[in-house]
């Protein structure tokens, strides 16, 4: 397997919330809900960088697409790294973040590696974290 990824699904509870939140909330382009002709079709598209998309679609019509048997959700099977350039980046993204409806579980804050990170669940409890690592090289934003 060549180690790439294109598409980042999240099964969410309710598709227009969800695009509300990542569309309106976080400003995340998109051309909206898509694909409604289709029984368990209908999703939603976010650009991120070149070749990278996130899309939400119904966690019923993941589960059916999938053939899995329906489990309760955890917010810890994993989180989504969001890199920024500076500190006051992290804050600023919390912010935005808070003010769209997510929940902040870890507010921002120095790291124990000598960063600085803060973590926030949208609103089907799915775990981001933003993050500002002093090693890493970022455009200035």
């Known amino acids: 397997m060549n180690p790439s ?6 099964g969410v509870d309710d598709l227009e919330r969800a695009l509300i939140f990542y569309r309106d909330g976080l400003g995340l382009p998109t051309e909206g809900i898509i694909g409604t002709e ?4 209908a999703v ?3 650009d991120f960088q070149a070749g990278i998309k996130l899309a939400i679609w119904k966690r019923g019509d993941l589960i059916h697409d999938a053939n899995i048997v329906s489990t309760a959700p955890s917010s810890a099977e994993f989180t989504i790294g969001h890199n920024v350039a500076s500190k006051a980046a992290v804050d600023q993204v919390m ?5 769209a409806g997510a929940t902040i579980t870890s507010p921002a804050h120095d ?3 000598g960063g600085y990170s803060g973590y926030f669940q949208d609103p089907d409890g799915h775990l981001w974290e933003i993050v500002w690592n002093p090693s ?4 200035v934003e």
């Open 95 to 99: 912010e935005q973040a808070r003010l």
């Open 111 to 113: 790291t124990f590696w």
């Open 5 to 10: 990824i294109s598409v980042l699904t999240l």
């Open 136 to 139: 890493w090289e970022f455009p």
């Open 44 to 46: 939603a598209f976010f």
């Open 38 to 41: 289709f029984e368990h079709g």
